[in-house]
């Protein structure tokens, strides 16, 4: 079964320090792996995508990074603001099947001044 | 300004009730699709459509119905017979192309009373 782990589930930081979220999948054939941030009671929005050739992108301060060997994504925060305050989810796109999402459960992310 | 208009953002619903969720998009996009977010878990798929008049159910299609008889319009009925379905209900649309994105809605937060 195609699967999409996030860790952490949670995580707190200070206003100006950096984080890194991480993202697991097992989802085969792979196409390609977005993030998105969602504001709370907001719908989700688009930061980064990737393919299976691209090994990193940015967006601003948002830095996604891409391991299609060991089937690894990370999303780095760099210098941290409180509209950062936000859930962070990956999502892994499978080839062909009508390019069906699986979506991860999520990093709620809470940055602190 | 193209974008994808969910209504409401708030609905109740009472026990034995249909509600119907609206979802128009002005992105010209062919697909849309309908998700279910509940707290901690990653979205799942209701249903979705990638052409008008045709519809394909998604993982938990079981007590939803959906209709498509315009581009620009995908409505979600939730009927009685879906048990537990206070949730945050997401639409989505993707235009053409692996490199498209997918645009969200921003939600609309369903209550039974």
């Known amino acids: 079964k195609n699967q999409v782990e996030q860790s952490p589930q949670s995580l707190i930081i200070l206003e100006g320090k950096n984080c890194t979220l991480q993202c697991n999948y097992t989802v085969s054939p792979f196409s390609n792996l977005r993030w998105y941030k969602q504001d709370t009671g907001r719908g989700p929005v688009s930061l980064t995508i990737m393919t299976f050739s691209e090994n990193t992108k940015s967006n601003g301060r948002y830095t996604a990074t891409l391991d299609a060997d060991t089937k690894q994504s990370s999303l780095h925060i760099t210098a941290s603001q409180l509209s950062d305050s936000a859930s962070y989810i990956c999502?892994?796109?499978?080839?062909?099947?009508?390019?069906?999402?699986?979506f991860g459960g999520g990093t709620r992310v809470l940055v602190k001044p | 300004d193209g974008g994808i208009t969910q209504s409401p953002k708030y609905l109740f619903r009472k026990e034995g009730q249909n509600v119907t969720l609206s979802c128009e998009q002005n992105l010209n996009h062919d697909a849309m699709y309908w998700y279910r977010q509940d707290p901690g878990q990653g979205l799942r798929l209701i249903y979705y459509s990638q052409i008008v008049n045709d519809f394909q159910k998604g993982d938990i299609a079981e007590g939803y119905s959906v209709s498509r008889e315009k581009k620009e319009s995908f409505p979600l009925t939730v009927t009685s017979a879906q048990k537990n379905p206070t949730a945050f209900y997401l639409c989505?649309?993707?235009?053409?192309?692996?490199?498209?994105?997918?645009?969200f809605g921003s939600g609309t937060r369903l209550t039974v009373v």
């Open positions: 999502v892994v796109s499978e080839q062909a099947a009508g390019n069906k999402l699986t």
């Open positions: 989505a649309s993707k235009g053409q192309g692996v490199a498209y994105g997918y645009t």
